[in-house]
């Protein structure tokens, strides 16, 4: 049963890899660049001391940090306990075309820190937004979950996760984004609204 699942995902990966071309190679790679992520970070979090007011939006600032750095760590925990090889230094995916841009990384990849991250964000930012009961944020909730999409397809285009890595990854991040959200929630209701 496992070698048939491992088999899928491999099918799965090649398949969506497959879909590379010469000029979405560098729309990839700058989509896995981990620090592109940090000015649109800094305007968030802004904006949510600014809909929130100071200690609303502080409770919401730090709750998106410690998503970020749980998803973080315990996918990096789980990378070398696990110690699944990543597409790239898969031989049998590079003999059947995996394609694989300029890059290198770790080892391990399971399961995928860079889509706990970014759906982990997503999930927590969107979520505190909505503490500002005066809107659903539903246009940033669609634009910040489409970049962890993307983000997260990024992985499979630069060969550096399988899918079943960015799916695994994808769940943790919204599992822990909207648990730490929700904490979050219960600690800005007994504060008071826009101080």
Not at 55 to 76: H, K, P
Not at 135 to 160: D, E, N
Not at 161 to 167: A, I, K, P, R, T
Request: aromatic letters at 16%; charged letters at 15%.
């Amino acid at each position: 049963m496992l070698e048939r699942l491992i088999g899928l995902d491999q099918d799965i990966t090649l398949w969506i890899n497959g879909f590379y071309s010469p000029w979405s190679d560098p729309f990839w790679m700058f989509l896995s660049d981990v620090r592109i992520w940090f000015p649109a970070y800094g305007v968030i979090l802004g904006m949510l001391i600014y809909k929130l007011g100071w200690r609303r939006g502080l409770v919401a600032v730090l709750s998106c940090v410690l998503t970020v750095v749980l998803a973080d760590q315990i996918s990096a925990h789980i990378k070398d306990s696990v110690e699944r090889l990543r597409p790239l230094y898969t031989t049998v995916l590079l003999q059947n075309g995996l394609h694989w841009p300029l890059g290198r990384y770790s080892f391990f990849g399971f399961f995928s820190g860079h889509a706990s991250n970014a759906f982990g964000f997503a999930a927590c930012s969107w979520l505190g937004f909505r503490n500002d009961t005066s809107s659903r944020y539903k246009t940033y909730g669609i634009c910040v979950f489409l970049w962890a999409a993307l983000v997260s397809l990024s992985r499979i285009m630069m060969a550096a996760h399988y899918f079943g890595d960015v799916l695994v990854g994808t769940v943790f991040g919204l599992l822990v984004g909207t648990a730490v959200a929700l904490s979050a929630r219960a600690v800005i209701r007994r504060l008071p609204a826009k101080a």
